[in-house]
């Protein structure tokens, strides 16, 4: 063994770096660290961590073209891959991506015509209107159409991930990683246990959790944040819509089985605390009332059927992507997805062991020259 790594966190990110890093060399030693960072989780948030609440919508088109290429590979891959579809538990169930009159989305378009080919059209917003149930939107609206998009369960794949991973000898300790210590060389983590162990290199992979474990070891939390995602289930059937964002209202959803809808609008609590957010009751009320306007569901009477709050770990520019905590320290974080890493973490996470192996670390903005 050449390297001793760890990655402590096992959501979606960590545990696909993980199997990657193992993976790509039998040289390197891997060990998981995977403690629920809470017990105790409120009855409303969908699941311990976000990789447990999330929505799943994934879709190549995005309007940063660095974001739309790990999106698109990611994509790509999944399509590729029959038992990565398999263990996400992919729905094939096609996207719609609404934009302000003005955008140009020739970057994205181009760019995931290469990688799905005939899977991406461009709408006017007549043509929109004439396919889709939106009840008129603002003039010169275009929308990115993908046949080849829908939404998958980031639990699923991470639990067979987990199990990926411990196939090709990856270790996974169910424990929970106190602090970093990046002194003396090598980086050491503390344990609740009290026991110290030293790596090469160390990953905090650990979504929300991460600007407070950086905190606690003293060390720059590099503009992470914690913030607040929350959708809800209503009851709707909005025929020949499958998953949708609203680039001008915020606005985004999907089907949730037969008779319901998953909707949402983005949430301005920041700095949450993962083992203590709250529904946000009024945000509730807005989702409906704009999805009523938009959409014309839910009913007046239809009451919300679920809704589930939860939290990612934020960043400026966002993006989940590897970076150095400290110059030179072989200690790094692997998060940031921002609320939207589910569709992004395949490539990422390839970038990121490629990263590791090569010693260095790579920004979101380098996502262009990922390989096939
Ligand atoms: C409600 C919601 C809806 C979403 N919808 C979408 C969507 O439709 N499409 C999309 O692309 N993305 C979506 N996302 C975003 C996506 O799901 C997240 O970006 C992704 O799951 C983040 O994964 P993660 O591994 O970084 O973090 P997490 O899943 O939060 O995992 C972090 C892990 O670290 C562990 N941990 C923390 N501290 C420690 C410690 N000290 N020691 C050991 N372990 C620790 C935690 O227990 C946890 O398991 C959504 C997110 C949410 C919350």
Sequence with gaps: VLVRTAIVGAGIAGTLLAWRLRRSSRLVAVDQYAAAATSSPPADSGGLDATGASGGLVRGFEPDPDACALAGQSLAELYADDALRAGAKYREIGSVYLLASGTDPAAGTELLDRV??????????????????????????????????????????????????A??????????????DPTAGRPALRLADRTTVRYDAVVLATGAWTPSLLERSGLDTGGLRAKQIQYTVYPARLPGLGAFVDDTTGLYGRPAGSRWFLLGLPCDRWDVDPSRVETDAELVERVAAQARSQLGVPGPDDRPFWTVASFDCYRDPPGLALREVLPGAAVYTFTGGSGGAAKTVLAASRLAAAALLAGRAVESRRARHLGP
């Design 116 to 165: 799905l080919p005939g899977s991406v059209a461009v709408l006017t917003s007549d043509e929109l209107i004439r396919r889709y149930p939106f009840r008129g939107v603002p003039a010169g609206t275009v929308a990115v159409t993908e046949r080849r998009a829908g939404y998958l369960s980031p639990a699923r794949l991470r639990d067979a991930a987990l199990g990926w991973l």
């Design 167 to 180: 196939e090709a000898g990856g270790r996974i300790h169910p424990e929970q990683v106190v602090a970093v």
